[in-house]
Structure formats: structure tokens, C-alpha cells
């Protein structure tokens, strides 16, 4: 069973259904954990008697869940678009996650528009534009996946991963220094990390050959 995704946005604290359905989402969103498929059945019933886009969210993670990545975050874009009644935040938490199934299924294209969507609710959120620079990556558009993780570390320079991912950019660029500078940052942040210390050794074979 794949993992219910939940993107880390700075503003996650203000994530707020409304009062009445908090509890229940709440609820819902944990019983994925233990049963994806029943979680989804009681999902729908709530959708059926009027849950609106709390309940749709949890339906939508918990297709994800059970393996229907792409249905599951094309619904869940659809719902966060649609739900106006729905703080920003919420909306941009929800379109994040849509993103990371998009590229959990290998449709980038998609997940350029859920991260993209999603950026105009939260424009300044480091998990958000992490999400950007990874699909820039996955679409190998170097330039653009740099910009976006030089944005990210403009709010947030303590994630070892968005390092990396600005590294790997760079690697994509030939510009092999600025990368080793990057990946070296990341190491020191998580010096266990073997996904840096593997991009790392491909910057230092890059850079030598080069």
C-alpha cells in the first residue's frame, strides 16, 4: 500500500475544515493509516451525506493510498480548486499532496500544474517549492528546478534535501563547483543521507571528467 502523503507546508498549522468536520477529517485521515479501503468506504458515505471537500480530500488520499496515485490526486486537485470555502492554506496543502502522488505516478506534466496551482495559495512555502524543483528535475529542466530550490533556501536553508535538490540541478547545469558547494552543504546537514552522498560522488566523477 502506498503512503498517504502529506506535503510539509509551513503554513500547515492553520490547515482548519470547517469546526464541524475538523474532528472527522481528523478521524478519516488517521483510519487511512490502519485501512486504506475502509477509510475510502467511509469517505464516500460522508461525501454522499454532504461532507463537501473534507470529505472528497480524504477520499481522494485515500485512493492515493491504495495505490491509485494519479486518479487519486487529480480528484484531490479538482477538490482543493473547488473548495472555496476552504482557507488558503488548506487549499495549498491539498494541491502539494496532489503533486507528490503526481510524481509518485510519473506524471510530471500533472505535477507541474498541482505545484504550480498550489504556489498561489502559499507562494512563499519551502516545502511547496522543493515539490517544483523536484518535477522541474523529473522533467530535466535544469534551470528552472535551480530557481525554484534557490527559492526554497531563500525560506528555508535548514532542509538537507532542498540542498540536494539544488545540487543535482546544478549537476544538470555542468556547473559542477556550485554543485559540490551544494551537495557538501547537504552532507554536513545529514551526513548519513545516502542519497547525498550518492549525488555527491556523481558531482566529484562529473567534475573531474567534465
Known sequence: MAPVLIVSVLLATAWTPPPSDQERLETCLSAIQDDAEDAYEDALTWRYQGGGWP?????????????QEAPGALRLREAALDAEMASDPSR???????????LDAEEYDQALISFT????FAPHDAGLLAGLARTHLSLEDFNAAEDA???ALSQ?????????????????LQAYDEALSDIETARALSPEDIDILVLRGRIIDARRTG
Open 117 to 120: 496551482a498550489a504556489l498561489d
Open 55 to 67: 470529505a472528497e480530500h480524504c477520499v481522494s488520499l485515500a485512493l492515493i493510498a491504495l495505490g
Open 156 to 172: 528555508d536553508d535548514a532542509r538537507p534535501l532542498i540542498w540536494r535538490l539544488r545540487a543535482e540541478a546544478r549537476l544538470g
Open 92 to 102: 495549498a496543502i491539498m494541491l502539494g499532496q496532489s503533486g507528490d502522488a503526481f
Open 149 to 151: 530550490a534557490s527559492l
